[in-house]
């Protein structure tokens, strides 16, 4: 059973910056999809940025492009959001996913129901 373990959420100016950390236990090593989703307050859960653990291909969503980006560690059981010039839209509990085996494109930031593992979730809230 996969478990993923988020930390590095907080409150936080507008403009300010934020790093988020996920951790993943018993991963599989055929490679996995891994990635950030977040929901605000009477929102739909959608994707912020995702990427593969093998190749380290990764997407953005537009709305974050430019300031959010996403990285893994060496050992590929952690995934990092780094959050940049944040809003106050940004707010939201942000969720660490993971599908293991599944090859990344674009078209999984919408789909989040082919994640079947997720985090506990972590608040990231923004001020102005």
């Known amino acids: 059973q996969v478990q993923l373990v988020e930390s590095g959420g907080g409150s936080v100016q507008a403009g300010g910056s934020l790093r988020l950390a996920c951790t993943a236990s018993r991963l599989t090593t055929s490679g996995a999809c891994m990635g950030w989703f977040r929901q605000a307050a009477g929102k739909e859960r959608e994707g912020v940025a995702i990427i593969y653990s093998f190749g380290g291909s990764t997407y953005i969503a537009d709305s974050v492009w430019g300031r959010f980006t996403i990285s893994l560690d060496n050992a590929k059981t952690t995934v990092y959001l780094q959050m940049n010039s944040l809003t106050p839209e940004d707010t939201a509990v942000y969720y660490c996913?993971?599908?293991?085996?599944?090859?990344?494109?674009?078209?999984?930031?919408?789909?989040?129901?082919?994640?079947?593992?997720w985090g506990q979730g972590t608040q990231v809230t923004v001020s102005s």
């Open positions: 996913a993971a599908a293991p085996r599944l090859v990344c494109t674009r078209d999984y930031l919408t789909q989040r129901g082919a994640f079947g593992y």
